[in-house]
């Protein structure tokens, strides 16, 4: 399978505990992004990388949250001392790092349960 | 500030016919915009996409206008086939102007495609 892999699929973890996310984007995908996903909400834009550089973030990520991709390959995003706010979706994203216009393709995402 | 605008929370189509999906945005900056389609529990899966310096895009059943002056866009599926249902996203960018090429999602429109 060459599409975005995320791993866990499901997280379960109690108020106060840390925990992180690991996204694969497609191979020579330079551009990864980071997304929240509510129920009955669209996607929120958390942070996006151009290789290794992080490039934007949200007004979303707190200072609870941090996101790298070193070696502009693999990345990971972990929440510290989570909140029951924090349970959502999280979806990771890649789209070649050529040209203006390109789609960007998800991960099945990592479902977050704060208990 | 909901950027980009899916009004209409759900639809729900007779098979064979056509659906009509809408979505509004108030940036008049964004030059590229998307559609994704999603399933429960994965997520969101690229359908098409249509730059700014065109007003339609074609792919199969599906099709995508664009009307810049009404900051308006729709996606097309003709004929809706039960395997449609699923929650559509319209996403839009502005890659040209930005440079940083994150997307910005609508809340998504659950489509029913009756039997």
């Known amino acids: 399978d060459t599409g975005v892999s995320q791993d866990p699929r499901h997280k379960i973890t109690k108020r106060g505990q840390n925990v992180t996310f690991r996204c694969d984007p497609i191979s020579e995908h330079n551009r990864l992004y980071w997304y929240r996903q509510t129920l009955g909400q669209g996607p929120e834009f958390l942070t996006y990388?151009?290789?290794?550089?992080?490039?934007?973030k949200s007004r979303l990520l707190s200072d609870r949250f941090s996101a790298e991709r070193p070696k502009g390959s693999f990345s990971t995003l972990e929440i510290q001392r989570t909140e029951q706010g924090d349970s959502a979706m999280y979806l990771c994203?890649?789209?070649?790092?050529?040209?203006?216009?390109?789609?960007?393709?998800f991960g099945q995402g990592t479902r977050l349960t704060v208990v | 500030d909901q950027q980009v605008k899916q009004n209409s929370p759900s639809l729900s189509v007779q098979e064979g016919r056509i659906s009509i999906l809408n979505c509004d945005y108030t940036n008049s900056m964004f030059d590229y915009f998307l559609w994704y389609k999603k399933y429960p529990a994965e997520g969101p899966t690229f359908l098409i996409s249509?730059?700014?310096?065109?007003d339609k895009n074609e792919d199969g059943r599906f099709t995508v206008f664009l009307n810049k002056s009404a900051k308006h866009l729709s996606l097309h599926i003709v004929p809706s086939q039960p395997g449609d249902s699923a929650v559509y996203f319209c996403?839009?960018?502005?890659?040209?102007?930005?440079?940083?090429?994150?997307?910005?999602f609508g809340t998504g429109t659950r489509l029913k495609v009756l039997a």
């Open positions: 994203a890649s789209s070649p790092g050529t040209g203006v216009f390109a789609e960007a393709f």
């Open positions: 249509i730059s700014s310096i065109k």
């Open positions: 990388f151009q290789n290794e550089a992080q490039l934007e």
């Open positions: 996403a839009a960018s502005r890659g040209t102007t930005s440079g940083t090429y994150k997307y910005i």
